[in-house]
Protein backbone atom coordinates (compact mmCIF):
# COMPACT_ATOMS: atom_id res chain seq x y z
CA UNK A 1 0.00 0.00 0.00
CA UNK A 2 1.20 3.46 -1.26
CA UNK A 3 1.45 5.88 1.88
CA UNK A 4 2.09 9.57 1.31
CA UNK A 5 3.23 11.57 4.39
CA UNK A 6 2.65 15.61 3.78
CA UNK A 7 5.33 18.02 6.24
CA UNK A 8 6.10 21.43 6.42
CA UNK A 9 2.49 23.07 7.29
CA UNK A 10 2.18 26.05 9.93
CA UNK A 11 0.85 29.32 11.13
CA UNK A 12 2.88 32.09 9.05
CA UNK A 13 2.16 36.15 8.53
CA UNK A 14 0.68 36.91 5.49
CA UNK A 15 3.79 37.54 3.00
CA UNK A 16 5.59 34.85 4.26
CA UNK A 17 7.05 31.60 2.42
CA UNK A 18 6.50 27.87 3.46
CA UNK A 19 7.19 25.00 1.95
CA UNK A 20 5.64 21.72 2.00
CA UNK A 21 6.72 18.25 1.72
CA UNK A 22 4.96 15.30 0.41
CA UNK A 23 7.35 11.86 1.35
CA UNK A 24 6.03 8.69 -0.69
CA UNK A 25 6.83 5.41 0.09
CA UNK A 26 7.73 4.24 -3.00
CA UNK A 27 9.37 5.54 -5.58
CA UNK A 28 7.58 9.13 -7.07
CA UNK A 29 8.54 7.55 -10.96
CA UNK A 30 6.12 5.37 -10.14
CA UNK A 31 3.24 8.16 -10.15
CA UNK A 32 1.66 8.90 -14.17
CA UNK A 33 0.95 12.25 -11.43
CA UNK A 34 1.40 14.14 -8.37
CA UNK A 35 0.26 16.80 -7.17
CA UNK A 36 -1.22 19.47 -4.18
CA UNK A 37 -4.80 20.13 -3.87
CA UNK A 38 -5.97 22.53 -1.03
CA UNK A 39 -9.37 22.54 0.84
CA UNK A 40 -10.63 25.50 3.45
CA UNK A 41 -12.96 24.88 5.97
CA UNK A 42 -16.60 24.94 3.92
CA UNK A 43 -15.23 24.93 0.57
CA UNK A 44 -14.49 22.31 -1.92
CA UNK A 45 -11.05 21.07 -2.27
CA UNK A 46 -9.35 22.31 -5.14
CA UNK A 47 -6.41 21.48 -7.41
CA UNK A 48 -3.08 23.52 -6.43
CA UNK A 49 -0.39 22.39 -8.61
CA UNK A 50 0.29 18.59 -10.64
CA UNK A 51 3.69 17.47 -12.00
CA UNK A 52 3.91 14.30 -14.55
CA UNK A 53 6.16 11.58 -14.68
CA UNK A 54 7.85 13.79 -17.40
CA UNK A 55 8.14 16.94 -15.16
CA UNK A 56 5.52 19.09 -16.78
CA UNK A 57 3.56 21.09 -14.38
CA UNK A 58 0.42 22.46 -14.23
CA UNK A 59 -0.97 25.26 -11.83
CA UNK A 60 -4.55 26.86 -10.49
CA UNK A 61 -4.51 30.39 -12.66
CA UNK A 62 -4.67 32.29 -9.40
CA UNK A 63 -1.99 30.96 -8.00
CA UNK A 64 0.46 31.21 -10.98
CA UNK A 65 3.56 32.67 -10.20
CA UNK A 66 3.28 32.56 -5.83
CA UNK A 67 3.43 28.72 -5.38
CA UNK A 68 6.02 26.58 -7.56
CA UNK A 69 5.53 22.41 -7.62
CA UNK A 70 9.02 20.18 -7.90
CA UNK A 71 10.35 17.11 -6.83
CA UNK A 72 13.27 15.71 -5.73
CA UNK A 73 13.58 11.62 -6.92
CA UNK A 74 16.64 11.06 -4.55
CA UNK A 75 14.23 11.52 -2.08
CA UNK A 76 10.81 10.68 -2.87
CA UNK A 77 9.98 13.74 -2.04
CA UNK A 78 7.38 16.27 -3.80
CA UNK A 79 7.51 19.69 -2.55
CA UNK A 80 5.30 22.63 -2.79
CA UNK A 81 6.84 26.12 -2.21
CA UNK A 82 4.52 28.76 -1.62
CA UNK A 83 5.34 32.65 -1.61
CA UNK A 84 4.17 35.67 -1.00
CA UNK A 85 1.14 33.82 1.35
CA UNK A 86 -2.21 35.23 1.76
CA UNK A 87 -4.39 34.58 4.45
CA UNK A 88 -7.09 33.30 1.59
CA UNK A 89 -4.29 30.61 1.10
CA UNK A 90 -5.14 29.32 4.87
CA UNK A 91 -6.16 26.20 4.35
CA UNK A 92 -5.55 21.83 4.78
CA UNK A 93 -3.17 21.52 2.01
CA UNK A 94 -2.61 17.39 0.78
CA UNK A 95 -0.71 15.22 -1.34
CA UNK A 96 -2.18 12.69 -4.01
CA UNK A 97 -0.80 10.54 -6.12
CA UNK A 98 -1.71 8.64 -9.27
CA UNK A 99 -0.18 5.54 -10.08
CA UNK A 100 -1.26 3.58 -13.47
CA UNK A 101 -2.15 0.19 -12.75
CA UNK A 102 -3.19 -2.44 -15.78
CA UNK A 103 -5.90 -0.92 -17.41
CA UNK A 104 -7.10 1.51 -15.03
CA UNK A 105 -5.25 3.71 -12.00
CA UNK A 106 -5.18 4.36 -8.43
CA UNK A 107 -5.35 7.56 -6.69
CA UNK A 108 -3.95 8.24 -3.02
CA UNK A 109 -3.65 10.73 -1.20
CA UNK A 110 -2.11 11.83 1.61
CA UNK A 111 -3.34 13.22 5.43
CA UNK A 112 -2.88 16.62 5.05
CA UNK A 113 -0.96 19.25 6.88
CA UNK A 114 -2.63 22.67 7.76
CA UNK A 115 -1.56 25.84 6.45
CA UNK A 116 -2.34 29.11 8.25
CA UNK A 117 -1.70 32.36 7.08
CA UNK A 118 -2.23 35.04 9.61
CA UNK A 119 -3.05 38.89 8.61
Known amino acids: QVQLVESGGGLVQAGGSLRLACTAS????????MGWYRQAPGKQRELVAT???????DYADSLKGRFTIYRDITKNTLYLQMASLKPEDTAAYYC?????????????WGQGTQVTVSS
Open 96 to 108: KANQLQGSGSTDY
Open 51 to 57: ITFSGTT
Open 26 to 33: TRIFSFNR
